[in-house]
Each structure stands twice: as C-alpha cells, then as structure tokens.
C-alpha cells in the first residue's frame, strides 16, 4: 500500500515564495515519475510539473515556467516543489503524485496526496 504526504502549503503574499514537500511511504518497487498537480475553486485539476526519474527531465505548465521548480530527494522517496514569485492566480489546492510500480512487472499506476492549500493573498 503506497501513501503519499504532502506538506509546506500556507498563506503568503504575491511575489512571496513556498516550497512544498511529499513523502512516498509504503510499498515502492519503482518510482518512475513524480510531480504536482493543482486545482483552484471552480476549475479543473492541472499539471504543474513533473520529474521523470529515468533521466532527470522536467516539464512545467507555461503559467508557472521560470517560477516554479521541482526537484527530488534521490536518497529518499521524497520530492518537492519550490513556488517563487507567486501570483494570487497560483492559488489552488496543491496535490502531490507518482507513477509507481510495487513488484517487479507490475505496469504501475499513479498515487496522490491528499493536497495541501496555497493561498496568495495580501
């Protein structure tokens, strides 16, 4: 059973900065790509960035491109997602997810986090 936790959402004011934390707990055979999606009241869910563990590679939503960086714990199961010059248009439930197999031959399946609440307000 995979859990993951996220962690680092708050209030801050635009142009302020927020790093936010998940942790992947549980059983993990392959971690093949993690990242955060968002999801702002009356809108649908939207990838903000991924990481995919095999080479390193990232990709970004334009809306947050130069802003925002995600980045990982290679000795950990742990990731994290940086947030600068944030605009009050960033906030949004922030979820935390991860392509993850739990045997060898398993084809995987993605997990997510519960979700952690960023608001940008003054």
């Known amino acids: 059973h995979v859990q993951l936790a996220e962690s680092g959402g708050g209030l801050v004011q635009p142009g302020g900065s927020l790093r936010l934390s998940c942790a992947a707990s549980?059983?993990?055979?392959?971690?093949?790509?993690m990242g955060w999606y968002r999801q702002a009241p009356g809108k649908q869910r939207e990838m903000v960035a991924l990481?995919?563990?095999?080479?390193?590679?990232?990709t970004y939503a334009d809306s947050v491109k130069g802003r925002f960086t995600v980045s990982r714990d290679v000795a950990e199961n742990t990731w994290f997602l940086q947030l600068n010059r944030l605009k009050p248009r960033d906030t949004a439930v922030y979820f935390c997810?991860?392509?993850?197999?739990?045997?060898?031959?398993?084809?995987?399946?993605?997990?997510w986090g519960k979700g952690t609440l960023v608001n940008v307000s003054s």
């Open positions: 549980g059983q993990i055979f392959t971690l093949y790509r």
């Open positions: 990481l995919f563990t095999r080479d390193g590679s990232t």
């Open positions: 997810n991860a392509f993850i197999s739990i045997i060898l031959g398993d084809n995987g399946m993605d997990y």
